[in-house]
Structures are given as structure tokens and as C-alpha cells.
């Protein structure tokens, strides 16, 4: 739950009065302009960024999915994701589930650097499915996806919601969300 956020970055009001109240399946789509602060509200939310105002309480594990893509760039796919999913406490097949989810097993032994911007697209969005996390913060998710792909992060995000997961996604993008809530920033 977020109650009447408020973000300041470089002494710059980006936002206030977000409120947002999301149970289990629900999803919110946060639009707006460049520098609006879209990506400031998912690290406000993820507590990686401290909002100037106002109030958060969540419940559940929550995975970020963002353009850094936190993988190590010297490690093979697979290796690179289990170390994610160890520190996550996920069981240690969950990284296969996740990467046939994003159709990227053929890649388990390439190393990351080597991976295209969508297969890297993809990789995190591997790293999030095998987090098991309750809420899923999702900036930016199609950027880079080419069709095919944005149809496997649709049903991903799908089971998620089946499964009870919450989803926030920033995104200038259309995604497969159906029934969701949308929060505009940055207009005036």
C-alpha cells in the first residue's frame, strides 16, 4: 500500500499523492512522460529509493526487474541466475522453470556479456520469475523484446497474477495486463 507519495529528486518535485492499495492478483500500470519519475516510484516502492513523503507498507518478497540487469557479466546464463535464485532462498530447479518460461535454455552456458539486449531482456525477467517474489516491479519490461517475446512476458505475468502475484509496471509499451489499474505521473 502507498499512501500520498511523494518523490523529489535533484531538488525537483517529481510526483506527489500516489496512493495505490493492490491485493493479490491485482496489477497497476504507471504511465507517463520521460523524467516523470516512473522508475523513481518502483525503486520508492522496492525501498531503494526513499520517498520525500508519505507512507509504504507491503507484504510478500518483491523483485525488481529494471535496465540494470544485475547479472554477472562473466558467469554463464544459468550460473549467473542461480546465484540470484540462492540468495532469493528458491529452489534449485526453479531456474530451469524460469528460463524455459523466457525460452532462453539454449543459452544456459553462453555468458552474459556475450547475450543480445533482448536475450538479456529476457535473462532478467528469468531472474524475477525464479525470485518467487509476491510483487513484481517491472520498469520498462518490453524495451528490447521482440514480438515473440513480449508474448512469453504476457503469460508470465499472467501466472504470476493466477498465482496471486501483484505486478506494478512502468511502461510507454501496451502489455498483455489485462484488468489493470493504471497511475498516470507527470502530467499537468
Known amino acids: 500500500m502507498l499512501e500520498n507519495i511523494a518523490c523529489v529528486r535533484g531538488g525537483r518535485l517529481l510526483f ?10 491485482d496489477a497497476v500500470l504507471v504511465r507517463g512522460p520521460n523524467g516523470a519519475g516512473k522508475s523513481s516510484l518502483l525503486r520508492i516502492i522496492a525501498r531503494l529509493l526513499a520517498p520525500y513523503s508519505g507512507r509504504i507498507e507491503s507484504a510478500g518478497r518483491i523483485a525488481l526487474c529494471d535496465e540494470p540487469h544485475a547479472l554477472d557479466p562473466r558467469l ?3 550460473t549467473a541466475l542461480g546465484f540470484w535464485a540462492a540468495i532469493d ?20 552456458t553462453v555468458p552474459v556479456r556475450m547475450l543480445s539486449t533482448g536475450q538479456k531482456k529476457r535473462a ?7 525470485a518467487r517474489a509476491d510483487i513484481w516491479l517491472l520498469d520498462e519490461p518490453g524495451n528490447g523484446l521482440d514480438k515473440e517475446s513480449l508474448t512469453l512476458l504476457d503469460a508470465a505475468m499472467a501466472v504470476h497474477r493466477i ?4 505486478i506494478v509496471a512502468a511502461s510507454h509499451q ?7 489499474k493504471i497511475i498516470m505521473i507527470g502530467e499537468s
Open 16 to 25: 506527489k499523492g500516489i496512493d495505490m492499495a493492490l491485493g493479490p492478483g
Open 76 to 78: 554463464p546464463l544459468e
Open 89 to 108: 532462498g528458491s529452489e534449485s530447479d526453479i531456474v530451469g522453470e524460469a528460463v524455459g518460461a523466457m525460452r532462453i535454455g539454449h543459452l544456459a
Open 124 to 130: 532478467t525477467l528469468a531472474r524475477v520469475i525464479a
Open 163 to 166: 498465482r496471486g502475484g501483484i
Open 174 to 180: 501496451p502489455l498483455g495486463l489485462s484488468d489493470v
